[in-house]
């Protein structure tokens, strides 16, 4: 085990790197999206009780977790855990708050490259006189890694790799030296750009419409949001909704809270900072991403769009289009402070998520801060270049969904039991407490003993059986049938009903309906299908000139499964497959660095 | 935008920014604990 060498330059400082890690692009994509796709002001409610019922516990006690685990040379959470209790296991569990951070920063530098690479674009005026349908376009054209929008080869690849190299040279220069400088800056310009785009969001109005648009109005955005429903409390659905979109805006579950925490001393406090940190985040999430994406969308493009088409991808293919309605300069200076503000809101995240195996490769085999960071950065790329490559063939999302969801809720839920009821709440509610800058409310003792682990574990429950549709109401009076998107839908590949096999000498078709379209772009054929009545667009193919033959001709009608071309295919459910025994492989090859980190203690006599 | 809606979010918004900011001027005025603390610009030799 290390000594403490490594420490945080000011108490403001950590804050900032605390929030920064909390802040990122789910505070101005995920919350409103969720907010609107939840029911608009029914959300926000729910959202409230789920942040003081298991938000600020969760922050104390990873905080807590963490400085515990800093007195004894732990800034890594296996041997936190491990030093919380007698029973072996529980290290690799903590495997968990490294292996979560490495996957989950595989992809998130790239996401990051996206923002960076689309300020670029936003200075360049790359986006100037583009339709919405090509900006739409442009972002297509620039996740798949054989085109190039700038002239660059492999750009995406290029960006992504700037973007990591960065990420790792801020990390080579230790906490105070780079990761507390970053959110110095980072922070408080997020918040001055956030602003600026929110006073836009705030008095658009209806200056935006074009004409015949009766819903293009940005207050009736802020109405649909903010407008209370009472009724949708009832709804299960708008409670886990509330309760997942809390989790994921804090970075609890991660490993990195704890990591950061560790360098607190012990009679430093922790529960003013973890309040303060929390409810900046809480700032960022309710007051500026509340105000800028959904508004400024509805004012534009009207409400009735939004509400069919809120998602991530707004950010990318949406919001370009609507600045350029700005002019020349305030579109530039829009499109700067909008992706500027997102890089930010990702790079103070990505950081945090070096810090965890840092911290376990100084304490355990003794590396330098530099050779920890590199070494970061090169598992990253080796996990992250085929999320890069292979990001169309859904690698990407597969990441998203076991590294950044399911291990997030599976770590939250075995920490928070660990904590309450192994190391024992009274022992927890002490370290909560010690040190402490503010009198921490005795109503939150039975509250992380009782409430706290069990919304957590509805919140698990409710993610392996989620019933089809997410209809509660129905599965609880009509049975229950899972739906595709629960982990067990997702581990039996439930979703996948055509193209099942790894590789085949055909390529069924996942819709039925009328071919529209036949056409090429970026070197492909695409084959578009939509409605057989009125023609809606139900999904697009792409298929190779060179290896690839079309079965169908524009105006033929599909069915389910049939053949829509012939040739050489390798299935997506192969790249799925892959991305998961990628993913296996990481946490493995953790478990057996904590595995010979126990045995390295033993022979040193660190054990008892 | 209706009036529910309207306090909604003005409640909601100005209640968060109020917490936000008693919280983090709470931290600014608390002194610091003596030494040996967590943070090191503070300390008189750099660690």
Known sequence: ?608 | MSTGAFLMMVAVQLATTIITGFFFWKVLKTPPRPEPDSYSENDEDPR
């Open chain 1, 1 to 608: 085990m290390s000594n403490q060498t490594d420490s945080w330059g000011t108490r403001v400082g950590l804050i900032l790197a605390m929030a920064g890690n909390a802040v990122g692009l789910g505070n101005f994509l995920r919350f409103p999206v969720q907010a609107v796709q939840n029911g608009g002001g029914a959300f926000i409610i729910p959202y409230l009780v789920c942040f003081l019922l298991m938000g600020i516990p969760l922050l104390w006690i990873e905080w807590s977790v963490g400085r515990f685990g800093g007195r004894f040379g732990n800034h890594s959470t296996p041997f936190i855990l491990d030093k919380m209790t007698h029973r072996k296991f529980w290290k690799y569990f903590g495997v968990f708050g490294i292996f979560t951070n490495i996957a989950v920063a595989a992809y998130y530098c790239y996401i990051e490259s996206w923002t960076l690479s689309y300020v670029y674009h936003s200075l360049m005026q790359t986006f100037s006189g583009m339709s919405q349908t090509g900006i739409a376009d442009f972002f297509n054209g620039y996740t798949d890694v054989e085109h190039s929008t700038t002239g660059i080869p492999y750009e995406a690849v290029v960006f992504y790799l700037i973007c990591l190299f960065l990420n790792t040279w801020i990390l080579s220069k230790g906490l105070s030296g780079g990761v507390e400088k970053v959110a110095k800056i980072g922070m408080p310009l997020l918040i001055a750009f956030g602003f600026i785009l929110a006073l836009r969001g705030w008095t658009l109005g209806d200056s935006g419409a074009t004409a015949g648009c009766t819903d293009c109005n940005s207050f009736l955005g802020l109405d649909f949001l903010w407008r209370p429903e009472f009724t949708s409390l009832a709804d299960p659905k708008v409670w886990l909704a509330a309760a997942g979109q809390i989790f994921f805006t804090l970075s609890v579950g991660m490993g990195t809270i704890q990591c950061y925490a560790a360098y607190v001393r012990k009679n430093d406090d922790i529960a003013l900072n973890a309040m303060s940190a929390g409810w900046m985040n809480g700032f960022v999430e309710i007051v500026l991403g509340a105000s800028i994406v959904i508004p400024i969308a509805v004012g534009y493009l009207g409400l009735d769009w939004v509400k069919e088409n809120a998602g991530f991808a707004m950010a990318f293919q949406t919001m370009p289009y609507l600045f350029q309605k700005w002019g020349a300069f305030f579109g530039t200076m829009a499109g700067f402070m909008w992706f500027g503000l997102l890089f930010f809101a990702g790079i103070t995240s990505s950081l945090a998520m070096g810090t965890p195996w840092m911290g376990f490769m100084k304490d355990e085999f003794g590396w330098n801060i530099k050779k920890g960071a590199w070494s970061f950065g090169l598992l990253v790329l080796i996990m992250g270049l085929p999320t890069v490559l292979f990001y169309q063939e859904g690698v990407f999302d597969e990441y998203d969904y076991w590294a950044g969801t399911v291990s997030l809720v599976v770590f939250a839920l075995a920490e928070t039991i660990l904590f309450s009821w192994i190391f024992g709440i009274d022992r927890g509610w002490e370290e909560i407490n010690m040190g402490a800058d503010m009198k921490v409310p005795s109503i939150y003792k039975p509250i992380i003993k009782y409430v706290t682990p069990l919304l957590l574990l509805l919140v698990f429950l409710a993610a392996l059986f989620t019933p089809k549709d997410n209809n509660w109401k129905r599965a609880f009076s009509d049975g229950w049938e899972l739906d595709k998107s629960s982990i067990i839908g997702n581990i039996t590949h439930q979703g996948i009903e055509v193209n099942k096999d790894y590789f085949a000498d055909f390529f069924e078709s996942g819709v039925a309906g009328k071919v529209n379209r036949i056409y090429e772009e970026r070197n492909k054929v695409k084959m578009e299908i939509g409605d057989a009545t009125t023609g809606a667009k139900l999904a697009t193919y792409e298929f190779s000139p060179l290896k690839h033959a079309l079965q169908f001709r524009e105006g033929d009608l599909v069915r389910k499964a049939d053949h829509l071309a012939t040739g050489s295919f390798i299935n997506k459910v192969f790249y799925t497959d892959m991305a998961r025994l990628y993913l296996i492989a990481l946490f493995a090859f953790i478990a057996y660095m904590v595995h010979k980190a126990t045995k390295k203690r033993a022979l040193e006599g660190h054990l008892a």
